[in-house]
């Protein structure tokens, strides 16, 4: 409870001195007493919502300020008491109060607070609130730039001077303040080429404005009034409705003046304090850290076994699970290791949490030597992969796991993925030079060499996507190029996967000379570089050269960067006929919009390279959102299968006579490489997964994703402390299988993509003895279906090709909370919700001709 205090203003003219000793400041007149009203009050709201639909409170009393001793020397340092009393909260909802009475001591410099006096033993919010009473006095008469420290910390403050008053401004990016919190750090440059244009990908992040004025008014060589008026605004990027603010405002004015108390006599500030109180002692303006207790708060395992069944991998296609997940995190950043250990079933929570308790539970709790708790230990290094704000400490500890045994072949190539993901971010956040880094970038760079078994190279490649090097294994070291920027491909690497394209010094898989394309296309390609490109066209193999002409038609129609350049190529009547561009097939590349609103642009692009014989040789599918001049590549899905041509008695294309039987799909999320899937490998595994076929789809990833993570403290300049944590969680469940059926002469490959996502934020200003806050969220579940279905029962074969979004919900919802003084607490909730209806992806014209047929011919 708030109780009557004395602030000591240790000051030396709170209003501080010219050069030529004319006040800087208004000081202060021996004998005379200044009565001031003061009110401060606080509001918690969405960003856009008006004072009405806010919560919060206000905090008003009356200030006594007089003079206790100046400086002989200085008439502008003087230690000021401010006599509080009449203290009263009040919500500004439900009229309830409380008063008292304070009384506090300033020690000034030129009215610009250095120390104040206070009993020790008073609570850290009492302490701050009297801070924030004495910082509303700090100020000087000129105009300038200075460097202050008061309650919200030490920051850069303007000061404009006019006529009777001062106006002073906080550039609140430059406040350094003892409570700092984190946020998501996932920031590189590139082209994508569905939006042509250079963006930031940062995630789903959350944007912030600030501002804090403060205006005098002087009258009569004193301060009329102050009015000081500050704001903190965070808003989700992807979703502009979800937002919070926090709203400060602060007003102290001049009541009227009667006799007061004469001026103490005294050398030094020192000497007199202790004629006032010796238990008086000088601490900084800067406001301590208050730590909020729970009272009543579940312990950590309560809360876990009250979320469990929500968290269960049937559970995660519903909003409930990454609702729960986030909830989860919160506890757990607040548990110790012991109360870590007891819910340590729940991986990708305790991963997430990224404390240190969590690290060390989690590395106690695993055994890598042990391929039995595989599952565990690839939750918890997919986790790894996706923490919003890694540490070296976090790449220092997957390091030593690869350096030690490891049980599982499957886990040993997660670990170094991984790996090469933490390098990425930590390299984003400025820690490319950190030791680990440097060591970990050494070895990935140094793998592939190092080996010649074919899975352990991949492993390396597959680490190598994350990092801004040059790999050279045929199609995953070609499509690792692709995710970096045109300015690192050098002139030695262009001419390098140019010939792979043109077979300059051997044959390559049609799938490998493809992804060379993609990547001369995609890297600010030159004239001949096109020019070739093309008249290669119609001396491909059958399927390759409809896949080419596919990529140039979308390149062109989606106006990528590489456009311009094939235009003016194609001026060229050699270049661009009939002959070469008629070729037929079924391959095809094709790129289209998700969605267009105004938070958010999402695009998708669907590349399909068919064999010869018309079976599935590669497809890629990407997913791209874009959001505020930032773009996250949510999703990449790539499909290969080889060796199958026996199956339906086929000829292979040249390149690919002997080329073993194998299908499998890899993924990557949210811009991290996850392990790679097999589907079959080899004719002898091919015929009993035939034959044992169930016709469920493998598992490719299934868990919970921290997908942004911000935390803050705002030190308002009243003293009192506002809060806020807004987080992204995603539950996903990704899928894929293949199926052929020799009877039907009919192969169907299908990815199935499920999940949910929950984006919530919350800012609460917390007094211990009241609280309030604002949460703001919302969430949506929603399923996307890719399939390729091929009959192969005549000649040529049919294809079709299907992306099906289903229908789905997005609901908003508004939560405002107050603890208020007499014990009560206050809960309000507002919600809304719309459908959006599902809908199939369209595709180029031949694909729908083609799925008239599949469809037709089915019945």
């Not at 205090?5 to 208004?26: I, R, W």
């Not at 309650?151 to 609140?172: L, M, P």
């Not at 352990?456 to 499509?479: E, H």
């Not at 292979?652 to 790679?676: H, I, K």
């Amino acid at each position: 409870m708030v109780t009557g205090f004395v602030v000591l203003l240790c000051a030396a003219s709170f209003l501080s001195a010219t050069a030529k000793g004319v006040a800087v400041g208004p000081r202060l007149n021996n004998n005379q007493l200044y009565k001031l009203s003061y009110t401060t009050e606080v509001r918690v709201s969405k960003a856009r919502g008006s004072p009405q639909s806010s919560t919060g409170y206000r905090l008003s009393s009356d200030v006594d300020i007089h003079l206790v001793w100046r400086d002989p020397s200085s008439k502008d340092d003087q230690l000021i008491q401010l006599a509080i009393s009449n203290v009263r909260v009040e919500h500004v909802a439900q009229k309830q109060t409380c008063s008292s009475n304070q009384t506090i001591y300033v020690a000034s410099e030129k009215w610009k607070g250095k120390s104040i006096l206070f009993i020790l033993d008073e609570p850290a919010i009492i302490k701050n609130i009297k801070r924030g009473v004495a910082s509303l006095l700090q100020l000087q008469l000129h105009t300038g730039k200075v460097i202050e420290n008061d309650v919200s910390g030490r920051c850069t403050v303007e000061y404009k001077a006019k006529e009777n008053q001062v106006t002073r401004t906080k550039i609140i990016d430059t406040c350094k303040t003892p409570e700092t919190g984190f946020t998501t750090h996932n920031k590189v440059s590139k082209v994508y080429p569905q939006f042509n244009i250079l963006y930031i990908y940062t995630g789903v992040g959350v944007s912030k404005k600030a501002s804090s004025v403060t205006i005098f008014t002087i009258e009569d060589g004193f301060l009329r009034s102050v009015v000081a008026e500050e704001a903190h605004s965070l808003t989700v990027n992807a979703h502009k409705s979800t937002s919070a603010k926090v709203v400060s405002r602060q007003t102290l004015t001049l009541v009227g003046t009667e006799a007061g108390p004469l001026e103490a006599a005294g050398k030094d500030v020192t000497s007199v304090v202790k004629t006032i109180d010796a238990k008086l002692a000088a601490v900084g303006i800067i406001a301590e850290k208050v730590k909020s207790q729970c009272k009543g708060c579940p312990t950590l395992f309560e809360h876990w076994q009250s979320l469990q069944r929500l968290l269960e991998p049937n559970s995660l296609s519903k909003v409930s699970a990454p609702r729960s997940f986030l909830a989860l995190i919160q506890s757990i950043r607040k548990a110790s290791k012991d109360e870590i250990l007891k819910v340590l079933k729940s991986v990708d929570a305790v991963t997430s949490s990224q404390t240190h308790a969590s690290l060390d539970a989690m590395l106690e709790f695993l055994n890598f030597t042990d391929a039995k708790t595989f599952v565990l230990q690839e939750r918890f290094l997919y986790a790894c992969g996706f923490a919003s704000h890694p540490n070296e400490r976090m790449l220092k500890a997957l390091l030593d796991i690869s350096k030690g045994k490891i049980g599982n072949n499957d886990i040993k190539e997660s670990v170094v993925i991984i790996m090469g993901a933490l390098v990425h971010k930590l390299c984003l956040k400025g820690g490319c030079n950190l030791p680990t880094v440097v060591e970990v970038k050494n070895m990935i760079l140094k793998g592939p060499e190092s080996t010649q078994e074919e899975s352990q190279v991949q492993m390396y490649l597959l680490a190598l996507k994350i990092l801004s090097d040059l790999g050279a294994y045929n199609t995953i070291a070609l499509t690792a190029l692709q995710r970096y920027e045109s300015s690192l491909m050098t002139e030695e690497v262009k001419r390098t996967v140019n010939r792979v394209f043109h077979q300059n010094r051997r044959i390559y898989e049609k799938n490998v000379r493809a992804a060379a394309a993609d990547v001369i296309l995609s890297s600010n390609p030159t004239f001949m570089e096109v020019k070739n490109l093309l008249l290669s066209i119609g001396h491909l193999p059958h399927e390759m050269n409809k896949y080419m002409i596919s990529k140039i038609q979308d390149i062109l129609r989606f106006q990528m960067p590489a456009s311009k350049t094939i235009q003016q190529a194609m001026k060229d009547m050699i270049v661009n006929n009939y002959d070469r561009f008629s070729k037929v097939g079924s391959s095809s590349s094709f790129s289209g919009f998700m969605a267009r609103s105004a938070d958010v642009t999402s695009t998708y692009s669907l590349d399909i390279l068919y064999s010869g014989s018309g079976i599935l040789r590669r497809s890629n599918m990407n997913m791209f959102g874009a959001s505020g001049g930032a773009v996250l590549h949510g999703l990449q899905v790539a499909i290969e299968a080889q060796g199958l041509e026996s199956l339906i008695a086929a000829t292979p294309d040249e390149g690919e006579e002997n080329l073993e039987s194998f299908s499998g799909m890899s993924a990557l999320l949210f811009d991290v490489q996850l392990r790679p899937v097999n589907f079959f490998k080899g004719y002898s595994d091919l015929m009993s997964k035939m034959f044992s076929m169930s016709g469920d789809p493998l598992n490719v990833v299934k868990g919970l994703i921290l997908l942004s993570d911000h935390s803050e403290v705002f030190q308002l300049q009243s003293g009192l402390k506002a809060t806020a944590e807004f987080q992204g969680g995603l539950s996903i469940d990704i899928s894929g299988g293949m199926e052929v059926s020799l009877w039907y002469r009919e192969s169907k490959t299908s990815v199935n993509n499920r999940g949910a996502l929950v984006i919530s934020g919350n800012v609460t200003v917390d007094m211990d003895f009241l609280k309030t806050g604002v949460e703001v969220s919302f969430d949506t579940e929603a399923s996307l279906d890719f399939i390729t279905t091929v009959q192969f029962s005549e000649y040529p074969f049919l294809v079709c090709i299907q992306m099906d979004k289903a229908t789905f919900p997005i609901s908003e919802h508004l939560s405002k909370y107050d603890s208020l003084p007499s014990g009560k607490n206050v809960l309000s909730q507002r919600s809304k919700k719309h459908i959006v209806p599902g809908s199939e992806f369209p595709l180029h014209q031949e694909n729908s001709n083609m799925c008239k047929k599949v469809f037709d011919s089915s019945w």
